[in-house]
């Protein structure tokens, strides 16, 4: 019967093969064709904006993105030392032999004159801490060596030459790529048996992405039950104040973010209105004014507050679109208010609340200035700790290689959220 | 219940009023009595107040003054999910996150039935409304008419003495909603529970009711059954809002046993039943059904000369549009039959009619 009428439609044509249009070119090729202009047109109008893009964002982060593992400084700086290190067995014990030596003098000459050994110290040091002295020193001598044999020569620079541990990290880092900053942003160093974990007292980044993490979330709770309330009074009221109320939650939007968390920093603080207000009214006492600054508590409470809209707007739209007739039929038909509310409402209402938490987590997990500045040292995050490494240490290597652990942690949550939730189920709006 | 009265209305509006703003009233002294098993429609163009009393029956809106009755018993007080009224919404209302049987059994659930019985009565309420097959679908995955027939089994299915459907067929074809208007009907009948219907489609509430309360302005300007409705309307309005009426305005002249003599405005004196007109010297409304004007006929007592401005062809019968005593839009319904009067535009012709067919009624 199909076949009839599509025979019928596209004139004289075989049973099987593709479908002809009426100049018998295939009718998909016709389509395309047909479609071509408006897809070109299509591609212009995004270009610059896709073009701009790729210049200013995607490119710079894919560079930085790539130091993370890029390791060229070493196998640059040292070309022969690396080349003759190959014969190097460090489990002999035994710093290398003279070979060696000779090669990094004449690395260490050319090195020294450009003035890159320093910068090869600093590299190396992030590893073993002492190789930055090492090579400053070392380099402001080699000029002065005399011929052959350097080794020697070297030791009486300074005796850490013969350490069998910097000859192992100038080995371990002699490729142009390496996964050292990897492990450490996990807390992780090559040990005797490969890859381990660093002693307890060491670990940092764990910690802080276990808490950056678990902050998140409640930051991420804690506006949805703050949320939820809102956004149904918003979807519910009258027009008139529903809009009052809409520029109330908006509000912060318009406000510098700077100015929002120096104003948490006001109430806050230890002198500040909300410790002074309980003290006045004697609910603690002058010296045991509460700490809500400088930790945990006081990042909770200004991201909450900060990311609120966040959550509110995405629930009040998806509110928006339930019909009211839902609870007043759930109503009818026997349901009491809460059971109106619980089996009916709120199901509906999960796909906004889904939205909202995406967005907050999200957001939440990669906030720096909010924590830099009322989060103390227990209550900073993961990106505190990137900004560090990028304007303060310098280890750009190392701070590549967190942004990339967040980056994978956000996808492996958006994942899991898929799985879960279904992300054909967020709705931000409509 | 003692007295026997008591359970031959199953509710009763006593002097119910209903404002939102405190200044005008929506509705206005509301008497109105449900009778067990009946079929009552409350039909009225938007804004006459029709669903506002349907709401304030089914408790999600309060009445200012006056109490509503359920079966003698006073429920201004008593919240929607105790009053156990089905009700039947304008666009279904069936909860989008379940399937079709779970919106059966919710109604079921939340009275605590146990899930065998459950499952029987959604069973049987879904092949009433002949959708067996459809139990495991979600509402968005059927069509219009499929979902309001879930609508109707869901008020249904926890077998309420009393449902409500508010404009439950606006949103369907019109194939369909002739079809839905006949299922219903005969659910009605078969179950023998007692239907408030509010609607604004004046052939909906001939079709289907067995009472109709036609609403305007907060009033109910008449309550009675369909046939009476049409051919003995109460006031002009309730003339001109059902069914297609001709309207010829004029000054009463004299009132005897019922009767009235009216002078027409276009000149000529006709006599029509005195229903609503006043006294001899005020104005009235003279209502006339297209259907029961006859054309060329000798000896009518009315008569008048129309001028044929227009005719259409309709089969069954032929719509003629003359100038009848100052009104153009006087219609006359003329049947296609052998006999008929050959009828030519621009042509004049005698018209006429039975006393008891023309109804004077008040001016609005």
């Known amino acids: 019967m199909t076949d009839t009428t599509a025979n019928g439609a596209a004139g004289s044509q075989p049973d099987s093969g593709p479908m002809l249009a009426a100049d018998g070119t295939p009718l998909k090729v016709s389509l395309a064709r047909a479609l071509r202009r408006q897809k070109l047109r299509a591609l212009m109008l995004i270009a610059p904006l896709l073009l701009f893009i790729v210049i200013t964002f995607l490119a710079p982060i894919g560079d930085m993105l790539f130091r993370s593992v890029e390791n060229n400084i070493v196998p640059e700086t040292l070309p022969r030392t690396v080349v003759a290190l190959e014969q190097w067995d460090p489990e002999s014990g035994e710093a290398p032999g003279e070979a060696v030596f000779e090669a990094l003098q004449a690395d260490l000459l050319i090195a020294a004159e450009k003035k890159i050994h320093t910068r090869l110290g600093s590299r190396l040091n992030y590893e073993t801490p002492g190789i930055s002295s090492l090579f400053r020193k070392s380099g402001r001598r080699v000029d002065d060596m005399e011929q052959g044999p350097y080794k020697p020569q070297f030791l009486k620079i300074d005796e850490d030459w013969g350490d069998v541990e910097i000859w192992r990290t100038i080995k371990r880092y002699s490729g142009a790529y390496t996964a050292g900053y990897f492990l450490a942003s996990v807390d992780m160093e090559y040990g005797a048996d490969g890859p381990q974990l660093k002693p307890e007292d060491e670990r940092i980044y764990l910690t802080l992405l276990w808490r950056t993490i678990l902050l998140s979330t409640v930051i991420t709770v804690s506006c949805i039950l703050l949320g939820y309330p809102v956004a149904f009074l918003l979807a519910n009221l009258p027009l008139r104040t529903s809009n009052v109320l809409m520029i109330l939650v908006l509000l912060p939007f318009w406000t510098s973010l700077l100015v929002r968390t120096s104003s948490w920093i006001v109430l806050l603080q230890q002198q500040g209105v909300i410790n002074d207000t309980l003290v006045t009214l004697g609910l603690v006492g002058d010296g045991g004014r509460l700490e809500l600054m400088h930790n945990e508590v006081g990042t909770i409470v200004a991201m909450t507050h900060i990311l609120l809209p966040f959550m509110i707007l995405p629930l009040y739209s998806v509110m928006k679109t339930i019909s009211p007739s839902y609870v007043r039929a759930a109503k009818s038909l026997g349901a009491n208010d809460w059971t109106a509310f619980w089996r009916i409402y709120f199901p509906n209402t999960v796909p906004g609340i889904g939205a909202g938490a995406v967005l907050v987590f999200i957001l939440a997990i990669g906030y720096y200035i909010t924590p830099e500045l009322v989060g103390g040292t227990s209550g900073i995050f993961i990106s505190n700790r990137i900004a560090y490494h990028i304007s303060s240490s310098l280890n750009w290597g190392l701070a590549a290689a967190l942004g990339v652990v967040l980056l994978a942690l956000i996808l492996v949550f958006y994942w899991l959220y898929d799985r879960i939730v279904g992300v054909d189920n967020v709705k931000f709006g409509g | ?364």
Not at chain 2, 87 to 112: C, D, I, S
Not at chain 2, 147 to 176: I, S, Y
Request: net charge negative; glycine share 8%; proline share 4%.
């Open chain 2, 1 to 364: 219940m003692a007295d026997g009265a008591a359970d031959e209305y199953i509710v009763r509006f006593e002097n119910v009023q209903k404002s939102y703003d405190g200044e005008t009233l929506v509705v206005k002294n509301l008497n109105l009595n449900v009778e067990a098993g009946e079929f009552l429609t409350m039909l009225g163009p938007s804004g006459s107040g029709k669903t506002t009393c349907l709401m304030m029956l089914a408790g999600f809106e309060p009445a200012t003054h006056g109490e509503i009755y359920l079966k003698e018993t006073p429920i201004n007080k008593v919240p929607p999910h105790k009053r156990g009224i089905g009700m039947v919404f304008q666009n279904y209302a069936l909860f989008p996150h379940m399937t079709v049987a779970e919106n059966l059994a919710f109604p079921l659930q939340v009275r605590g039935m146990n899930k065998a019985d459950a499952e029987t009565k959604v069973k049987r309420a879904l092949e009433m409304v002949q959708l067996p097959q459809m139990s495991g679908r979600r509402p968005a995955q059927l069509s219009g008419g499929q979902q309001q027939r879930v609508a109707v089994a869901r008020a249904l299915v926890f077998e309420p003495d009393l449902v409500l459907m508010d404009e439950p067929l606006g949103a369907l074809d019109k194939n369909l909603r002739e079809e839905m208007q006949f299922e219903i009907k005969h659910i009605h009948e078969n179950l023998g529970v007692s239907v408030v219907y509010v609607t604004h489609d004046q052939s909906e509430a001939l079709t289907m009711s067995n009472r109709i309360a036609v609403f305007d302005d907060g009033i109910i300007q008449q309550l009675a059954a369909p046939e009476v409705l049409y051919e003995k309307p109460d006031n002009a309005f309730v003339a001109q809002f059902i069914g297609e009426n001709n309207k010829l305005l004029g000054t009463v002249k004299s009132v005897s046993d019922g009767v009235a003599k009216v002078d027409l405005e276009g000149g000529g004196t006709v006599e029509a039943l005195a229903i609503k007109c006043g006294a001899a010297g005020e104005r009235t409304m003279l209502s006339i059904r297209p259907e029961r004007v006859l054309i060329a006929q000798e000896d009518m007592p009315n008569r008048l000369t129309g001028k044929v401005v227009e005719l259409i062809y309709l089969g069954d019968h032929i719509r003629c549009r003359m100038e009848v005593a100052a009104s153009k839009e006087f219609v006359v319904k003329v049947p296609n039959s052998h006999a008929h009067a050959a009828l030519r535009v621009g042509e004049e012709t005698a018209i006429g009619w039975v006393t008891e067919d023309c109804r004077a009624l008040d001016v609005r």
